[in-house]
């Protein structure tokens, strides 16, 4: 399910970039700013670039982010290339300003909803997720930040006029982005279950987070529980529901939203 959704966001994100950007050399965000840029300057197909340029922040997602979300980012990296290499380069729209508004809505659109469900569309995106998850920071800001390098390249490979028009686009995909996918906002998860120790060990191996683990009984069938705190980012919460399910149909699970994080918010290594 997870993986054709992410595909359905790569095939998002690459007609934003061959049908709007793509034709008016508006370069995106990220690595894939890069490989367009790239892409217009040399005879490679940018698809190509792009899958190449993605493969040495794909071994530091898998160090830092986890299992599920790299294989995520894999399937949206290589998919995204596909796409890329196969669309044509056709300009929808014949006003450059339109191109960068809506080039910079849809590509903001599919990449959010590959966050939302657990991938990324690799690249900058990685050091974003990573950084936002010791943070308060969103990812769409984190992201906006890093990108003022692409609009500095844009300008001084192209014209000054181009590279407006990619700070524009990449503007709206930054906000479209943290209007999908809310990472920033932190949610505390209490988890009471029976199977505490098993929980604890498929969330280690999955989750880049500290739990706190107390001990507790049923009021009413005075069995005994393990209660399990976390504090997570809000697109975590469905792979942890998940791996909670796995093991504890029954478990209970209150999820509230956290004002502030002060101390070590991903776990120690």
Known sequence: MKHGIVIIGSLIVAFAFNFFLVPYEI???????????????????IGLINLILNLPLLVLGYNKLGKVIIINTITCV??????????????????ILLSSIFGGVIGGLGIGIIL?????????????????????????????????????ISGAVFDWNIALYTMLSIFITGKVIDTIHTNHIKLTMQIVTTKGETIRKDLVD?????????DGYGGYTQEKKQI??????????????????????????????????????????
Do not use: C, W
Request: charged share 15%.
């Open 27 to 45: 370069l995106s965000s990220g690595i894939s700013g890069v490989a367009i840029l790239l892409g217009l300057l040399s005879p490679f197909n």
């Open 78 to 95: 290589v998919s995204l290339s596909i796409f890329l290499y196969v669309l044509p380069v056709i300009s929808v729209a014949d006003n």
């Open 116 to 152: 939302k469900y657990s991938g990324t569309s690799g690249g900058l995106d990685i050091i974003a997720i990573i950084i936002s998850r010791t943070s308060n920071i969103s990812v769409g800001m984190l992201l906006t930040g890093m990108n003022g390098i692409i609009v500095l």
């Open 206 to 214: 999955s989750i880049y987070r500290g739990i706190t683990i107390m």
């Open 228 to 269: 399990l705190m976390m504090v997570v980012t809000r697109y975590e919460t469905m792979q942890i529901k998940s791996i909670v399910r796995k093991h504890d149909s029954k478990a209970f699970i209150n999820i509230y939203e956290t004002v502030e994080v002060d101390g070590e918010f991903a776990k120690n290594e």
